[in-house]
């Protein structure tokens, strides 16, 4: 069975500060996709950063930058100069053949100022 | 392009009511799911769809039903509501793999 974990049910970071969110999976599969995607209050999913398993370079999309270790089964979120509007509830997922999203059951992240 | 569609955006129900939660996608993609999210489990699929005309079921698919007349059109039919339908419901839509799948902005469902 294919599974997310993330480990970290609620994180809080001073603004300006970087934060680390992890998330490890479990898959038999070698092709699979990655993403992390950001729930504010307003509830909307929205996409942040995603990765393809078979590239080694990680992906960065402006402040936000992924940790992929491949072999562990890791994929970890920093956010860089963390922002007020960065406050959300943080979900990793991955796809792999069959195109079936699978969660984690979340990251609550608290930006204080 | 407004991407995916949800209606409604509120609704209460009582018990043993039924109803159909709907959903509809302009970017002609493949992929269509329904998911349940709870506190403190995530997002939970209950049925998806790879095209017209083809469904499956997920993890958490008792109580509800789906078709798939149209690639645009993916409604999710709760048969006879229960308390522990209580939720908030999101449909998703994907051209597949890599591109991650777009998200309606949910229904909010209570169930009483």
Not at chain 1, 24 to 37: H, P, Q, R
Not at chain 1, 94 to 99: L, V
Not at chain 2, 11 to 32: F, I, P, R, W
Request: proline share 4%; aromatic share 12%.
């Amino acid at each position: 069975a294919q599974t997310v974990t993330q480990s970290q049910p609620e994180m809080s970071v001073q603004e300006a500060e970087t934060v680390t969110l992890s998330c490890t999976y479990d898959t038999s599969e070698n092709n699979y996709y990655l993403f992390w995607y950001k729930q504010p209050p307003s509830r909307q999913m929205i996409l942040v950063i995603r990765q393809e398993a078979y590239k080694q370079q990680n992906a960065t999309e402006n402040r936000f930058s992924v940790n992929f270790q491949k072999a562990a089964k890791s994929f970890s979120l920093k956010i860089s100069d963390s922002q007020l509007g960065d406050t959300a509830m943080y979900f990793c997922a991955f796809i792999q053949a069959g195109n079936q999203f699978y969660f984690g059951t979340g990251t609550s992240l608290t930006v204080i100022p | 392009n407004a991407g995916v569609t949800q209606t409604p955006k509120f609704q209460v129900l009582k018990t043993g009511q039924s109803m159909t939660l709907q959903c509809a996608q302009d970017m002609n993609h493949e992929y269509m799911s329904w998911y349940r999210q709870d506190p403190g489990m995530g997002l939970r699929l209950i049925h998806y769809s790879v095209g017209a005309g083809i469904t499956d079921q997920g993890e958490v698919p008792n109580g509800y039903n789906v078709s798939r007349s149209t690639t645009e059109d993916f409604p999710l039919r709760l048969l006879s509501a229960a308390p522990s339908q209580t939720s908030v419901y999101f449909c998703a839509s994907s051209q597949g793999g890599f591109y991650g799948y777009t998200f309606g902005s949910g229904t909010r469902l209570t169930v009483v």
